[in-house]
């Protein structure tokens, strides 16, 4: 749909006779917009076409306000000039709005006091016929055809949000909690190539920030689109860095904040990295600075470090608490139990990086307990002392006992204190003293853990952006919501996953992120991947994996960021080629001038492109393509032999052969023992989305002779997010480091839900899934050599980035079965036998001889274990170890076979060990 911008016209009308019982309508040059006097919604029409967005059904009302009795909607509405006055049902009162009609919007304000006891006040909304898949998600804001309609709050205590129960619902909202003054908002109605300018015109018109980069509004600014490396950057080490960032082609250098402060909150400098303080940044920025990059500090937003100053010896009284309770019996120094006035139903026992904590908070004293009763008396257990450097005391009954809720393992300021100024105040002299061009603000989300992440998490970034005497590209993870949009200049970097990283970014950062981010007309950056030396947890990186993180962030001009430390710099054998791949992408993107047919191209997931060419020359994309890989066991001979599909011309044989270690057959002294069904064992329960699982010995035994545990789970939801599981925590924890395959017999009942054994490790945060499909009856046995990937994002398993980043495989903290992807309305039963750890046996893969459609080509070069045998296109065999050090290089003197266009056959030989391979095919196209 064309929106043509029609001459200005922007009026209120009143259909009828000036009264209490007449039609209300606003307009403004695009949009019609009429409501009845029952506070019903009748029309929103577009006047370039005449189509009405208002959703069908029941009309829907202006407003509704919540109090103790629940929610009461507008029932009526009286118009006189441009002030409203709006009735609710059930005698609850009514509010007055003042209303404007401007060229581009509607302006709507709460004025004088609300009814008695609301805690909610929804004071516009309206539900509208918009496609769901143009919304924002941070912003309300969506398209139809070439129109773009946003609730823009014109405060910091306007609650913006959307769903899409009735049509697409916008709503404007105040709450208590944040206060009902100051309460006003524009509608905003525009063509979508018009909606950036005439947003710069509401922060200048309606006093909001407008905060600028190269002396242009920074939504307009060409910094938005530069590359950064955020590293641990030091006064020792700056050279080091700069010749690193210069090789990549980036422009900002981001210090982690564990590297530049001691702590968050005080944000002293550490003297390891920084021994001259905010001098030391400061010639650091100018070092920067003179070789033409700039200098980033990250942080953790509003998190306060439990060894901060502002924790001990004496707590704060201005940090965040999320509960209160009296202490019933006096305690001295020494007692381990904590007897309170009421039950801590709902509060954690487990204190990890995961968890909200387990800290209490009396007097000037943190103690930590490890327990506590729902039932009379209410009592903390387990109770240490005079935690993070607070002092053990007496306390007397009656004493408030206060419950320090963490996130990250990181207290909160109370943000309706003046804390958080404080802290804000310091960043910015830091900022404003060393010349810093980037400010990071991480774990925004961390206000959640008080209810109000809407208003709370980019409340920093404001109060830190007022006191910037510089102009500083403000990102990170806090700020996108809201409010936060005129101050959060860019985001969507997170933790970065070291496994499956083309498919993360295919199945998470791009649709789940990216997507949203432009659809809320705010700038994205394609971060963080990591440059990866070998783990155990995760192969080397290699250089196709920054192609196409770099081809996908130029096909939505989103700068990249590389996450490493600079002792990993080249730890990778292939880091060069890969800074290389950086560089030239970053140059291509900015110069720019590709078609709209070759972007939209190079935007779909999935396809894979190797870039060509230069600046002089021209830039040019070659289709390629990395796969699949396809895991051969020589045990299991159905795996040895397989089909490759080229969708291009005939080519010679391009292929990666990475092996993996044997391993030893299930029930061997060597093998690790995860589980035994034959030991009694406690399995704690849990679920998510209206599933259940239940965990019971039972007689059946499998194959191998050993009994099993039964599971039984239901689930009410077809939601993807439906599990349930049972765990067992470990002691003394099993290492795993030369186990990590696993084993097992299962039973199924051929149901289609699918068994995750997951493994847990120390932090609660990481994890890795070995997942068995149920599609079967019977026993089964089952051998994993590596854990899922593609199935991480088909089932939503517990944490993505966990569960496909890094890895503790020396001390697994605990053992999940859960039940996924169950039928709904139906109880499912899966027997689970022995589960074991199967050592590996560091066989070499030698004398193997790979057979492409009959033709055999013998590997020139023994494999170890993780090593890496690459074939090229030109007839090159190199052979790199583990962590893509180049060892041998062969030049092939006899012929490669050939890959037909379309389906060839490929088997693999492995000689006389036993051998367990991956090996990926890689075939190019044309120009």
């Known amino acids: 749909m064309q929106v043509a911008k029609p001459l200005a016209l922007s009026v209120i009308i009143i259909v009828g006779a000036i009264s209490a019982h007449a039609d209300v309508t606003l307009e403004n040059d695009y949009v019609r917009w009429t409501i009845g006097d029952d506070a019903k919604q009748r029309s929103f029409v577009v006047k370039a076409t005449g189509d009405d967005l208002m959703a069908p059904g029941a009309a829907f009302p202006l407003a509704s306000l919540h109090d103790a009795q629940g929610w009461h909607d507008a029932a009526s509405l009286t118009a006189k000039g441009d002030r409203w006055t709006v009735g609710f049902a059930d005698g609850a009162g009514s509010i007055e709005l003042v209303t404007r009609a401007e060229s581009d919007h509607f302006f709507l304000e709460l004025m004088g006091d609300v009814p008695p006891g609301v805690d909610r006040l929804a004071f516009a909304q309206t539900s509208l016929n918009i496609p769901r898949e143009t919304v924002g998600h941070y912003w309300p804001i969506g398209r139809v055809g070439d129109l773009h309609i946003l609730f823009a709050g014109l405060s910091p205590y306007?609650?913006?949000?959307?769903?899409?129960?009735?049509?697409?619902?916008?709503?404007?909202?105040?709450?208590?909690?944040?206060?009902?003054?100051?309460?006003?908002?524009?509608?905003?109605?525009?063509?979508?190539?018009?909606?950036?300018?005439?947003?710069?015109?509401?922060?200048?018109?309606?006093?909001?920030?407008?905060?600028?980069?190269?002396?242009?509004?920074?939504?307009?600014?060409?910094?938005?689109?530069?590359?950064?490396?955020?590293?641990?950057?030091?006064?020792?080490?700056?050279?080091?860095?700069?010749?690193?960032?210069?090789?990549?082609?980036?422009?900002?250098?981001?210090?982690?904040?564990?590297?530049?402060?001691?702590?968050?909150?005080?944000?002293?400098?550490?003297?390891?990295?920084?021994?001259?303080?905010?001098?030391?940044?400061?010639?650091?920025?100018?070092?920067?600075?003179?070789?033409?990059?700039?200098?980033?500090?990250?942080?953790?937003?509003?998190?306060?470090?439990?060894?901060?100053?502002?924790?001990?010896?004496?707590?704060?009284?201005?940090?965040?608490?999320?509960?209160?309770?009296?202490?019933?019996?006096?305690?001295?120094?020494?007692?381990?139990?904590?007897?309170?006035?009421?039950?801590?139903?709902?509060?954690?026992?487990?204190?990890?990086?995961?968890?909200?904590?387990?800290?209490?908070?009396?007097?000037?004293?943190?103690?930590?307990?490890?327990?506590?009763?729902?039932?009379?008396?209410?009592?903390?257990?387990?109770c240490n002392r005079g935690r993070y450097g607070t002092a053990p005391a007496s306390h007397k009954a009656g004493a408030t006992v206060r419950y320090l809720q963490r996130q990250y393992n990181f207290y909160l300021p109370d943000a309706k204190t003046d804390l958080l100024p404080e802290i804000a105040a310091r960043i910015a002299t830091i900022c404003n003293r060393c010349g810093v061009d980037m400010l990071y603000f991480d774990g925004g989300e961390a206000m959640n853990r008080l209810g109000r992440r809407w208003h709370d998490s980019h409340w920093i970034q404001r109060?830190?952006?007022?006191?910037?005497?510089?102009?500083?590209?403000?990102?990170?993870?806090?700020?996108?919501?809201?409010?936060?949009?005129?101050?959060?200049?860019?985001?969507?970097?997170?933790?970065?996953?070291?496994?499956?990283?083309?498919?993360?970014?295919?199945?998470?950062?791009?649709?789940?992120?990216?997507?949203?981010?432009?659809?809320?007309?705010?700038?994205?950056?394609?971060?963080?991947?990591?440059?990866?030396?070998?783990?155990?947890?995760?192969?080397?990186?290699?250089?196709?994996?920054?192609?196409?993180?770099?081809?996908?962030?130029?096909?939505?001009?989103?700068?990249?960021?590389?996450?490493?430390?600079t002792s990993n710099f080249w730890g990778n054998g292939r880091a060069g080629e890969c800074l290389d791949i950086i560089r030239?992408?970053?140059?291509?993107?900015?110069?720019?001038?590709?078609?709209?047919?070759?972007?939209?191209?190079?935007?779909?997931?999935?396809?894979?492109?190797?870039?060509?060419?230069?600046?002089?020359?021209?830039?040019?994309?070659?289709?390629?393509?990395?796969?699949?890989t396809h895991l051969l066991c020589s045990d299991r001979p159905e795996t040895m032999t397989w089909t490759v599909d080229n969708p291009f011309d005939t080519q010679p044989l391009s292929v990666r052969v990475r092996p993996r270690p044997a391993l030893q057959p299930f029930g061997h002294e060597q093998n690790v023992v995860l589980f035994d069904p034959a030991e009694a064992v406690r399995w704690d329960p849990a679920s998510l989305a209206g599933a259940t699982c239940s965990a019971e010995p039972s007689a059946r035994e499998s194959p191998d002779g050993s009994r099993s545990l039964k599971l039984t789970g239901t689930t009410k939801s077809a939601s993807t997010r439906s599990r349930a599981w049972v765990r067992r925590e470990f002691s003394p924890r099993p290492n795993l480091l030369q186990a990590r395959s696993i084993g097992l017999w299962v039973h199924g009942d051929g149901r289609g839900e699918v068994l995750d054994v997951q493994l847990v490790g120390p932090s609660l945060i990481r994890a890795r899934d070995y997942l068995v499909p149920i599609d079967f009856t019977g026993w089964r046995y089952f051998r994993i050599v590596d854990a899922a990937a593609e199935q991480t994002f088909d089932h939503q398993l517990w944490r993505h980035k966990g569960n496909l980043g890094s890895f503790n495989f020396r001390a697994i903290r605990e053992l999940r079965l859960q039940l996924v992807a169950m039928p709904v309305g139906e109880q499912v039963t899966v027997h689970v036998g022995r589960i074991e750890g199967l050592r590996e046996i560091p066989n070499a893969l030698t004398g193997a001889v790979l057979e492409v459609n009959a033709k055999p080509w013998r590997l020139p070069l023994t494999v170890q274990p993780d090593e890496l045998l690459e074939l090229r296109s030109d007839g090159i065999c190199v052979l790199y170890d583990r962590n893509n050090n180049e060892q041998q290089r062969v030049a092939l003197t006899a012929a490669v076979p050939t890959l037909r266009v379309g389906e060839n056959r490929l088997g693999l030989q492995p000689g006389d060990a036993t051998a367990f391979a991956y090996v990926t095919p890689i075939v190019r196209g044309s120009l």
């Open 158 to 382: 306007v609650r913006n949000s959307y769903n899409s129960t009735r049509g697409t619902v916008f709503r404007a909202e105040a709450v208590n909690s944040t206060g009902f003054d100051d309460i006003r908002l524009a509608i905003l109605t525009t063509n979508t190539n018009e909606t950036l300018p005439a947003i710069e015109r509401l922060e200048l018109k309606y006093g909001l920030p407008h905060l600028t980069l190269g002396g242009a509004w920074f939504r307009n600014s060409s910094e938005l689109r530069q590359p950064y490396l955020f590293t641990d950057l030091t006064e020792a080490n700056v050279s080091e860095v700069i010749e690193f960032a210069k090789r990549g082609g980036f422009g900002h250098v981001l210090v982690f904040s564990t590297t530049w402060a001691v702590s968050n909150g005080h944000y002293e400098f550490k003297p390891q990295s920084y021994p001259n303080g905010l001098a030391g940044l400061k010639r650091v920025a100018d070092e920067l600075h003179a070789a033409g990059l700039k200098l980033g500090i990250h942080f953790l937003s509003a998190c306060i470090s439990r060894h901060d100053p502002y924790v001990r010896p004496v707590p704060d009284r201005r940090l965040a608490v999320a509960r209160e309770f009296r202490l019933v019996r006096d305690i001295d120094e020494t007692a381990t139990e904590v007897v309170v006035d009421a039950s801590p139903t709902g509060m954690t026992k487990e204190d990890s990086y995961a968890s909200s904590g387990c800290d209490l908070w009396i007097g000037d004293e943190i103690i930590a307990y490890t327990d506590y009763s729902t039932e009379e008396p209410f009592r903390f257990a387990g």
């Open 463 to 565: 109060e830190v952006a007022k006191r910037l005497d510089r102009e500083v590209l403000i990102t990170g993870s806090g700020g996108n919501g809201g409010f936060g949009w005129h101050t959060h200049m860019r985001g969507v970097s997170n933790d970065g996953v070291n496994i499956a990283t083309k498919l993360y970014l295919d199945r998470h950062k791009v649709p789940q992120r990216i997507d949203i981010y432009h659809r809320n007309l705010a700038a994205a950056e394609m971060g963080w991947l990591n440059l990866r030396a070998w783990n155990p947890a995760y192969p080397a990186t290699q250089p196709d994996e920054w192609e196409y993180f770099c081809h996908k962030a130029l096909a939505y001009d989103s700068p990249v960021s590389l996450h490493m430390h």
């Open 584 to 628: 030239r992408y970053e140059r291509a993107r900015v110069l720019g001038g590709f078609s709209p047919e070759t972007l939209s191209r190079l935007r779909e997931l999935g396809r894979e492109f190797e870039l060509v060419g230069d600046e002089r020359t021209g830039w040019r994309f070659r289709p390629i393509r990395y796969g699949p």
